[in-house]
């Protein structure tokens, strides 16, 4: 991903986000965070390219919301094949930890946010001992005041959570959060595009090795036709016996035949239709 560095321009800069003394946003964006903007989601697109890397892209979406939306860290959780949540990315060590954690003790806002499907933002840690008690207790202990997580989520499918810690307390404002969810949005479509067209691989590779094991059976039945002076429905039957006899596969046997590494004997059996 690239380097630069772009924050949003507000009234105050120095003061805490959501703080008494952080102003508005001055208009929604400026120019320069436009053009960012677009850079980082023509980046994500990346997603359609055959040598996608999940995981290089899912550490610069993090990177990314720290340098775009002027927060302290970010995380990121994803399901896997069992549905379970793993770490997948983090901006820093600290915050790879903390995810880990809050997996470990199964509690956090994270959690929360990915089981509900909605965002969870919680403006001040220290008010929330009694609800996540080991998970505030740690956020503190690294540093963390605020966090607010958003679903990986499209329609009703939640593949994961986008986390967004900051050292000071205070709500993110609506221009940045509204970004966050469009970086989440994007990256859960690109994610979910790539799975379709990875599932769509192994359908399609399972499907040629089927037709590919069709055509040997055949070359096999035409062999053991011709061999042993019987038709394709009795060679066929052969084959099958031949296989079942011998714990192998079909397509197996079939192989062994045609390349002649091994030969059924002429033992007579019933006709069966192929």
């Known amino acids: 991903?690239?380097?630069?560095?772009?924050?949003?321009?507000?009234?105050?800069?120095?003061?805490?986000?959501?703080?008494?003394?952080?102003?508005?946003?001055?208009?929604?964006?400026?120019?320069m965070t436009e053009i960012q903007l677009a850079d980082v989601f023509v980046e994500m697109a990346d997603t359609l390219v055959d040598d996608f890397d999940v995981i290089e892209f899912?550490?610069?979406?993090?990177?990314r919301c720290v340098e775009l939306l002027n927060v302290s860290a970010a995380g990121l959780l994803l399901t896997d094949?069992?549905?379970?949540?793993?770490?997948?990315?983090?901006?820093?060590?600290?915050?790879r930890l903390l995810?880990?954690?809050?997996?470990?003790?199964?509690?956090?806002?994270?959690?929360?946010?990915?089981?509900?499907?909605?965002?969870?933002?919680?403006?001040?840690?220290?008010?929330?001992?009694?609800?996540?008690?080991?998970?505030?207790?740690?956020?503190?202990?690294?540093?963390?005041?605020?966090?607010?997580?958003?679903p990986m989520r499209l329609r009703s499918e939640v593949?994961?959570?986008?986390?967004?810690?900051?050292?000071?307390?205070?709500?993110?404002?609506?221009?940045?959060?509204?970004?966050?969810?469009?970086?989440?949005?994007?990256?859960?479509?690109?994610l979910l595009q790539h799975r379709a067209i990875h599932e769509r691989d192994i359908i399609t590779e399972q499907l040629q090795t089927a037709l590919n094991s069709r055509v040997l059976i055949e070359q096999a039945k035409g062999i053991l036709a011709e061999r042993?002076?019987?038709?394709v429905g009795q060679a066929?039957?052969?084959?099958?016996?031949?296989?079942r006899s011998r714990n192998r596969r079909l397509s197996e046997l079939a192989q062994a035949i045609v390349d002649g590494s091994e030969q059924?004997?002429?033992?007579p059996v019933a006709d069966k239709s192929d």
């Open 236 to 243: 066929f039957a052969m084959l099958r016996d031949g296989a």
């Open 228 to 231: 042993l002076q019987v038709d």
């Open 81 to 95: 094949k069992r549905a379970t949540l793993r770490v997948v990315a983090a901006s820093s060590e600290r915050t």
């Open 264 to 267: 059924l004997a002429p033992v």
């Open 1 to 31: 991903m690239g380097g630069r560095h772009v924050h949003l321009v507000r009234q105050g800069d120095d003061a805490p986000l959501g703080g008494p003394t952080a102003g508005p946003l001055i208009g929604e964006v400026t120019e």
């Open 99 to 150: 995810e880990l954690f809050q997996l470990q003790t199964g509690q956090g806002p994270c959690l929360d946010c990915f089981t509900s499907g909605q965002p969870v933002s919680v403006a001040d840690l220290t008010l929330t001992t009694a609800r996540w008690p080991r998970f505030s207790a740690a956020a503190a202990e690294v540093g963390f005041a605020g966090v607010h997580a958003l």
């Open 159 to 190: 593949i994961g959570a986008l986390s967004l810690f900051d050292v000071r307390p205070g709500a993110v404002d609506q221009g940045r959060l509204r970004i966050a969810r469009a970086l989440a949005d994007v990256a859960t479509i690109g």
């Open 58 to 63: 899912l550490q610069g979406l993090t990177e």
